[in-house]
């Protein structure tokens, strides 16, 4: 069989059918020292890829009105109350912040015979690169002395299920495939009352579990995870797209169908969500023995013969070749087997492949359960334009699937929280909801990840280091965003020591006129080319990086002078100015009326000149210059979708906003080719990930820029609004505020603007109309311009 499966790999390159809503309650109700121990199966290292089941049977009265747990594991854990679903985790941090999840269990206990189990799995060498570890492990606390009775020790049972096996597959940073012998499983539904463990071995004492700051000693430092369960729904595959080998059911796969594979057959079918998703996939079947099952996941199809490169429309099949990720099963002959995956997978695309022995397989049913940050749209958009529309509808999907229990760049591929990514993210979240919690988590664990010399981690969680020198100064940004979208000054001067800590590593390499000089690391910038990490004069110095860090001044001192250090405000805005003397003398050619990339003057980028604009470097006299060049110059190296965040920016700033939906073309290219969410790339034939949330900017944009709504005050206390309308004659729309909503609506109507404005309460505003402004106050603001 083991051959079997590797040919499957090279061919595509226990359940959730009983889940509840996670409930997660304020974990703030217990703040005394744990006395619940971690544990783990007897004999086993802790340390290589295992999947492992605990259990603990108890005896109520009574059915509580409250029974509050605490708990987490090490990798993950899936933890069941009489057969339900009731909470995953931990959500992901590191040693010194390992989160655990608070549940209150009372609605799923009862009178009588209760049984608490919980799935803990470990990947061991195979896991995600953003999952960091101790060794596996297991811990439950009762929130007070009724519900101690739970408490992890060695009452608990725990046996590990040998069936499970990884597929490392090629390069995923996220987490791999699944092998999984059913013959070799544990046998029935394991969470029910009714099982029999009275075979399963005691689980063994690891050690205490501590609080973070109540240990001398760091193995897990226990802390309240700050973010809420994350979303679990229901979700059906649409349509068949191919079978080859059998004949289907047109109910199949829409509506749950059985589908009878004979003995001694090959059946491939091709499945298609219609959009791409993030969902834990759970196939039920029976029979089949020694029958081979495969389930393979992908974001798009690949032209044959283009060895995994050329996608091309993804809407098409015909012509096209299934490579991706994959979780392999063998069938033990046995009723109502079910498979579960342990993580979420990310497909459009399933391919299911089987290949029966000697007897006959039964698909039972084959469905997904969407997962995601429980993020809800509470931004609106009001327009009869079908395409903003589904830009708007596409960037929000992308959002979301690159939300879960941190920011992630990609789903399917690498699941990592990358500042530069996140920092745009985190501003689709101000954007369109009122939920700021997963953009506080990430700030928290960005800082978390600085090195002692002072410069952050790239991505965080990670088990590795990789430094990407110019996001921290991305994550000083993401700071001054948080500050002006949502306040909480108390929050961000916490933050304060990291952005002196920052722009200290940063001063090391900085030369006499301030200009940098071969900052260490990997000096990506966007991926467009040579801004991925070469671009740089003799001297050693580039545009790009001094402009960046000019940037980062100009918001740090900002900061600092309202609430941090009036010296340190000081101190920043005398390295700004003298910055930006530095970048005017060596970037700005008069001839082209452009900033050169480095002092030779031998390239242009649009990145550069998108930054001396944002950064103010630009005179009212040379913006018309700067701004023509950005749009027309060809030559000019041009922004990656990513990056088209700051271009998009910069146009606005000088003056050309109301040109902002011309500049969409490669969302129309995105769609023209049938993508779901947003590409990587620019290349959308070639992109690696069809899923990036950097490409998501249109969904601040038609706020921000559109309608005109943005913060020129910390806290979003002072609301400007400065619309672009271009050839829009009637819209509105509303987004969340920090103290409720700000809306805004526009009618062009005999001629006349008919204009009605909402505040929140406690803010002013003004209204920028033809560069007149208005003054606008708290509640309703009409006008007829």
């Known amino acids: 069989m083991k051959s079997f499966f590797t040919i499957l790999l090279f061919l595509f390159g226990s359940g ?13 109700s217990s703040n005394r020292q744990w006395n619940a121990q971690w544990i783990a199966a007897q004999g086993d290292s802790g340390t290589s890829y295992g999947v492992f089941y605990f259990r603990k049977n108890i005896d109520l009265n009574a059915k509580p009105s409250t029974f509050i747990v605490h708990v987490s594991a090490d990798n993950r854990y899936k933890l069941y109350v009489n057969g339900t679903l009731v909470s995953l985790g931990p959500a992901r941090g590191d040693t010194y912040y390992w989160n655990y999840e608070t549940v209150d269990l009372a609605s799923y206990l009862s009178a009588g015979k209760n049984t608490i189990a919980a799935l803990v799995w470990n990947e061991g060498q195979y896991s995600p690169a953003a999952q960091i570890s101790v060794r596996t492990g297991f811990i439950l606390q009762g929130n007070s002395q009724t519900e101690e009775i739970l408490n992890t020790n060695n009452t608990w049972k725990c046996i590990r299920d040998t069936g499970h096996h990884p597929i490392p597959g090629y390069f995923f940073a996220a987490s791999k495939g699944e092998m999984v012998d059913m013959n070799h499983a544990i046998k029935g539904d394991w969470t029910a009352v009714a099982y029999e463990d009275s075979t399963w071995p005691r689980a063994v004492n690891l050690s205490e579990g501590k609080l973070k700051g109540t240990a001398w000693g760091i193995e897990w430092a226990l802390v309240p995870s700050s973010l809420p369960a994350r979303e679990m729904t229901y979700q059906r595959l649409v349509k068949l797209r191919s079978a080859i080998g059998i004949n289907i059911p047109p109910t199949f796969p829409g509506k749950k169908t059985s589908i009878t594979i004979p003995a001694n057959t090959t059946v491939a079918l091709l499945l298609d969500q219609t959009f791409e998703t993030n969902a834990y996939v759970t196939l039920n079947f029976s029979g089949g023995k020694a029958a081979g099952i495969s389930l393979g996941y992908a974001e798009s199809l690949y032209q044959k013969g283009s060895k995994g490169v050329i996608k091309g429309n993804r809407n098409d099949v015909d012509g096209k070749e299934f490579v991706g990720r994959i979780d392999s099963l063998i069938a033990d002959g046995s009723q109502g087997q079910s498979y579960t995956t342990l993580n979420f997978r990310t497909y459009r695309y399933i391919k299911l492949f089987v290949k029966t022995k000697d007897e006959p397989l039964v698909i039972d049913d084959l469905y997904g359960t969407f997962t995601g ?9 009001n327009t009869d334009n079908t395409e903003i529309k589904q830009m708007l509808d596409i960037g929000w999907r992308t959002a979301r699937l690159n939300a879960w229990e941190t920011y992630m760049d990609c789903p399917y591929y690498e699941q990592l929280q990358y500042i530069g990514d996140t920092r745009i993210q985190a501003m689709v979240s ?82 006499a006129d301030g200009s940098l000089k071969d900052t260490p690391y990997w000096a990506f910038v966007d991926w467009a080319g040579n801004l991925w990490g070469e671009v740089k004069g003799k001297d050693g110095s580039a545009a790009i990086y001094d402009l960046q860090l000019l940037w980062a001044y100009q918001w740090a001192a900002e900061m600092e002078a309202k609430i941090g250090m009036q010296d340190y405000a000081k101190l920043y805005n005398q390295k700004a100015a003298q910055l930006k003397a530095t970048i005017q ?3 700005w050619d008069p001839v082209k009326k452009l900033y050169a990339d480095t002092k030779e003057k031998t390239g242009y980028s649009q990145h550069v000149n998108s930054l001396a604009i944002l950064t103010g470097m630009v005179s009212e006299a040379n913006m018309p210059a700067v701004a023509n060049g950005l749009l027309n110059d060809k030559s000019l190296t041009q922004c990656s979708v990513y990056f088209k965040y700051y271009l998009n920016q910069a146009l606005v700033k000088a003056g050309l906003g109301n040109d902002y939906i011309s500049w969409l073309g490669i969302y129309r290219e995105n769609i023209a080719m049938g993508l779901t969410t947003w590409a990587e790339y620019s290349d959308v034939n070639t992109s690696r990930s069809d899923c990036h949330a950097w490409g998501a900017s249109p969904n601040i944009e038609f706020f921000r820029t559109v309608l005109g709504i943005d913060s020129y005050a910390p806290g979003f206390s002072k609301i400007k609004i400065e619309p672009h309308l271009g050839a829009l004659t009637t819209i509105s729309g509303e987004m969340p505020h920090p103290n409720g909503k700000v809306a805004a609506a526009y009618t062009l109507d ?6 009605n404005i909402s505040l929140p309460q406690k803010t002013t505003g003004a209204l920028i109309w033809k560069a007149k402004r208005y003054i606008l106050k708290a509640g309703t603001n009409s006008f007829v311009i």
């Not at 940050?373 to 958009?381: E, G, I, L, N």
């Not at 960005?446 to 002692?452: G, T, W």
């Not at 005999?750 to 204009?755: A, N, P």
Request: hydrophobic share 35%.
């Open 585 to 587: 003398r060596k970037y």
């Open 750 to 755: 005999k001629g006349k603007w008919k204009i």
């Open 16 to 28: 959730l059918a009983k889940h509840a809503h996670t409930q997660t309650v304020d974990a703030k």
């Open 430 to 511: 101000y954007y369109n909801t009122s939920d700021e919690r997963l953009a506080r988590n990430a700030l928290n664990q960005i800082d978390h990840s600085r090195l002692p010399e002072g410069v952050t981690a790239s991505c965080y969680p990670s088990k590795g280091t990789q430094v990407i020198s110019p996001f921290s100064l991305w994550y000083i940004g993401m700071l001054h965003d948080y500050w002006m979208y949502r306040g909480d000054d108390d929050f961000i001067r916490n933050k304060l020591l990291g952005e002196r800590g920052v722009l200290d590593f940063f001063s090391k390499y900085q030369q």
């Open 373 to 381: 940050y429980p993020f809800k749209r509470t931004a609106v958009f």
